[in-house]
């Protein structure tokens, strides 16, 4: 038998083969007090940011500001908040003001 084929040409019996290991993903750990993760985000989902900012704009009676899809969400012990690019970078320099 050949390891490259799923038929054996001379005795025309199906070889088979075993199955390729299963990939396992860990689960990433628990997030402690004052922790903060950025995961990347790919589902279809506005920005949080966006939607306050524009609001808020709408509320004054000022120009509203555009709507970003979410890339990523800021997950802490507590919450989910899903951003755009510019608010991802906004709110990470804001963290790590906090934690000098």
């Given at each position: 038998?050949?390891?490259?084929?799923?038929?054996?040409?001379?005795?025309?019996?199906?070889?088979?083969?075993?199955?390729?290991?299963?990939?396992v993903r860990r689960q990433a750990p628990p997030l402690?007090?004052?922790?903060?993760?950025?995961?990347?985000?790919?589902?279809?989902?506005?920005?949080?940011?966006?939607?306050?900012?524009?609001?808020?704009?709408?509320?004054?009676?000022?120009?509203?500001?555009?709507?970003?899809?979410?890339?990523?969400?800021?997950?802490?012990?507590?919450?989910?908040?899903?951003?755009?690019?510019?608010?991802?970078?906004?709110?990470?320099?804001?963290?790590?003001?906090?934690?000098?």
């Amino acid at each position: 038998m050949t390891p490259t084929g799923h038929l054996d040409l001379f005795t025309s019996t199906s070889i088979g083969f075993p199955a390729a290991p299963a990939t396992v993903r860990r689960q990433a750990p628990p997030l402690g007090p004052g922790e903060v993760r950025y995961d990347t985000f790919r589902g279809q989902r506005d920005c949080d940011d966006c939607w306050h900012a524009q609001a808020t704009a709408k509320a004054d009676g000022t120009p509203i500001p555009f709507r970003r899809k979410a890339t990523s969400a800021r997950r802490t012990p507590t919450t989910i908040t899903y951003l755009c690019g510019p608010h991802k970078v906004s709110r990470w320099f804001d963290d790590r003001g906090a934690q000098r």
